[in-house]
């Protein structure tokens, strides 16, 4: 009985640490979602920065690394630590900035996006691009 127990909590355990570490997103509906974003982030052929840099490519994309855009401290150490914008990295900054770091311009602008599938269907969005 014991041993049963002990695979079914091993199994349990690899299913839940084996899972993706977010939802599945939808880029249709992450386009829609988008327009949260483009306040101050351009997507595009003639994408340019504004408030904020612009997100052409930004999945694979090393931190504070578009030309031409002034990053705030915080960001430019990030992109300097090798820190990448991969889809985790994304989810986190999006979810809550000033958690990430909290004297950005982003983080004292934008509160987030709580919901965890709205992100997911952002950033197959801008997967994408």
């Not at 599945?24 to 997507?43: L, M, R």
């Not at 994309?61 to 990053?71: L, T, W």
């Amino acid at each position: 009985m014991r041993s049963f127990l002990f695979l079914g909590v091993g199994a349990a355990a690899f299913l839940v640490l084996s899972g993706p570490a977010f939802a599945e997103g939808d880029a249709t509906k992450g386009k829609a979602a988008y327009a949260k974003c483009a306040i101050c982030h351009q997507v595009g052929a003639s994408a340019q920065n504004t408030v904020g840099p612009e997100l052409n490519k930004i999945v694979g994309r090393k931190a504070a690394s578009v030309a031409g855009f002034a990053y705030s401290p915080g960001m430019k150490k990030l992109g300097e630590e090798g820190f990448v914008w991969n889809e985790e990295n994304i989810d986190k900054w999006i979810a809550e900035p000033k958690k990430m770091l909290p004297d950005s311009p982003m983080a004292q602008l934008f509160v987030g996006i709580a919901d965890a599938q709205e992100r997911a269907d952002i950033i197959a969005y801008l997967k994408t691009l």
